[in-house]
């Protein structure tokens, strides 16, 4: 849905590099859901975002992931030492509404590729 | 642990078939089926279905959910070369919508 903005497109960074994927939801929207889609595998849920807080991160690996989405800007999934197993799609949804009432809709997503 | 299972994995048709694709889940706490359409980028929503028996319908685009039998289908009628796509089918539960569990998809090619 092009009402979600996801940068970059592609993102490529060698092990053990950061790596930053931004998301700003659509017009409206205050709920921001990241994805992930490994290779050959269905989207995971990794976490769940409101301005400033951090509800559900039940799906987030323990280390080296962290998410945040500040007062001011947009959403950013951050990935510390990036190993080859983080190579995938990252999507990133928005919903209008507390606990995704509405249907979730995507951005374009991020293809990281670690080399 | 949550489970959707999607079959076909895939199917090539030819345009103007009709295709049925099929979900089934097995969740804790069920709250909505959504059925999203993935070409190269993002996934588009599609249907979300809370309800037994009652179809949703989007021009040739249909699909139903029984909660008894734990499944749901999307129908596609005079398929076109546009339609091909991965279909995805996905499960809110825990009495959530934003925790979705995906199915691996339907790989969906129509021919001319």
């Known amino acids: 849905n092009a009402g979600v903005m996801q940068n970059p497109r592609h993102l490529v960074r060698r092990r053990g590099q950061e790596a930053r994927l931004r998301c700003s939801p659509m017009?409206?929207?205050?709920?921001v859901y990241w994805y992930r889609q490994l290779p050959e595998e269905g989207l995971k849920f990794m976490v769940y975002?409101?301005?400033?807080?951090?509800?559900?991160e039940s799906g987030m690996p323990k280390e080296r992931f962290s998410a945040e989405f500040p007062k001011e800007g947009p959403s950013i999934l951050r990935i510390q030492q990036v190993v080859r197993g983080d190579s995938a799609a990252y999507f990133c949804?928005?919903?209008?509404?507390?606990?995704?009432?509405?249907?979730?809709?995507f951005g374009n997503g991020t293809r990281l590729t670690v080399t | 642990e949550d489970k959707v299972v999607q079959s076909p994995l895939s199917l090539v048709v030819h345009e103007g078939d009709t295709v049925t694709l099929n979900c089934s889940y097995e969740?804790?706490?069920?709250?909505?089926l959504l059925w999203y359409k993935q070409e190269k980028k993002a996934p588009t929503f599609l249907f979300m279905l809370?309800?037994?028996?009652i179809e949703k319908k989007s021009g040739r685009l249909s699909s139903i959910l029984d909660k008894k039998e734990l499944f749901s289908i999307l129908n596609i009628t005079a398929t076109q070369t546009g339609d091909s796509a991965i279909y995805l089918c996905?499960?809110?539960?825990?009495?959530?919508?934003?925790?979705?569990?995906f199915g691996k998809g339907t790989l969906l090619t129509v021919n001319p």
């Open positions: 949804a928005s919903s209008p509404s507390e606990q995704g009432i509405s249907p979730l809709h």
């Open positions: 017009k409206g929207h205050s709920h």
């Open positions: 975002l409101q301005k400033e807080n951090i509800i559900d």
């Open positions: 969740v804790t706490n069920f709250r909505s």
């Open positions: 809370t309800s037994s028996g």
């Open positions: 996905a499960v809110g539960s825990g009495g959530s919508n934003y925790k979705l569990t």
